[in-house]
């Protein structure tokens, strides 16, 4: 009777081990088996916060935190330092964007910049004390126009290179942890505790705003080359809105369970083929829209956290993050 009991605890424990490796090989992601990530080295440690390059795609700048401008004549192959007089105040450039030879640059505390020469020679533009908010996105749209956001919501226009600026939206939506500018010009903002996200039209004159609909804290959100929503939530969680609906959400995906990195950011190369960022060298590729998912294990050694993804077209993409780091996309190593 004893051994009779003595196999079947066996049998039991055996199972139980089955069923315990069964669950954590379900909580690891496959390995991507390329890595199309190649590390550039940036002659600076300060953090990235945004790339833009103009309409050749060889000319290209990067902007970060101490002020930092870097500036590329090679695709992304190679960078170089560039100063700019702004006396001794140290300033966080959060966003650069170029349109042709045209370009701006918003940051914090209270800076926007302008060229019309591709860089040579930037001018700053004087800011109203009553902007809401300081710049925190700026967007170049064509010759002499631009939109800027603000850290708080506030949407404006220009159309004559920076002298007047147009409100288009009547009130700001409060303190924002970011905002991000679909295609067709909309906007979607989540709130700097990541409990509620509002989006704005072209043409209404206030944002709508719309809880989170779990209890997990929103870290990102952004827009689908179909016009849906994409959400980022606390834990590593992937969530899509269903097509002309932000308030109705597809079944949340937490792609790899075991791992408790936070993803950052979201990137589209085609309509189908999507990477998410994360803390700790987190970088994940989905080939199907977002069902399924890979790891690229190649980049996990680099120390820091990859706060943005930027693909300008299907074949020129960039990874940027943490103490200068700078990934550039190879399409030839995926075709190989």
């Not at 199309?36 to 700048?61: E, M, N, Y």
């Not at 040579?120 to 749209?141: D, E």
């Not at 803390?279 to 590729?285: A, D, P, Q, R």
């Amino acid at each position: 009777m004893n051994s009779i009991v003595r196999t079947l605890k066996r049998i039991v424990m055996l199972l139980a081990v089955v069923i315990l490796c069964a669950s954590c090989a379900n909580r690891y992601l496959s390995s991507l088996d390329y890595n199309p990530w190649q590390l550039v080295q940036l002659p600076t440690d300060a953090t990235i916060a945004d790339i833009s390059f103009a309409s050749d795609r060889k000319h290209g700048w990067v902007v970060g935190s101490n002020s930092t401008l870097l500036e590329t004549n090679d695709g992304g192959e190679t960078w170089e330092l560039r100063s700019l007089n702004l006396g001794d105040q140290k300033y966080r450039f959060d966003s650069v964007s170029f349109n042709g030879e045209e370009g701006w640059i918003a940051g914090q505390p209270g800076l926007l910049l302008h060229t019309t020469d591709g860089g040579k020679s930037w001018a700053r533009i004087p800011l109203s004390a009553k902007l809401p908010g300081s710049p925190n996105t700026v967007l170049a749209l064509g010759p002499q126009t631009a939109q800027m956001t603000t850290d708080i919501g506030a949407i404006y226009r220009t159309t004559d290179g920076g002298k007047n600026w147009k409100a288009e939206v009547q009130e700001a939506v409060g303190v924002v942890r970011n905002i991000s500018r679909s295609s067709d010009g909309q906007y979607v903002a989540v709130s700097a505790k990541g409990n509620f996200y509002s989006v704005w039209r072209p043409g209404q004159e206030a944002w709508e705003p719309h809880n989170r609909n779990s209890s997990r804290r929103v870290q990102n959100m952004g827009f689908t080359p179909d016009g849906r929503l994409w959400m980022l939530a606390r834990g590593g969680q992937v969530q899509f809105s269903e097509a002309n609906d932000f308030e109705s959400w597809q079944t949340a995906n937490s792609p790899e369970s075991a791992t408790s990195w936070g993803f950052l950011d979201l990137a589209y190369r085609t309509p189908d083929e999507l990477w998410v960022s994360g803390g700790s060298g987190n970088l994940l590729c989905s080939l199907d829209g977002g069902k399924t998912w890979l790891k690229d294990r190649d980049v996990e050694n680099i120390p820091g956290n990859f706060y943005k993804v930027v693909f300008l077209s299907p074949d020129q993409g960039f990874v940027i993050g943490q103490r200068g780091t700078l990934l550039k996309y190879q399409a030839s190593v995926k075709s190989a």
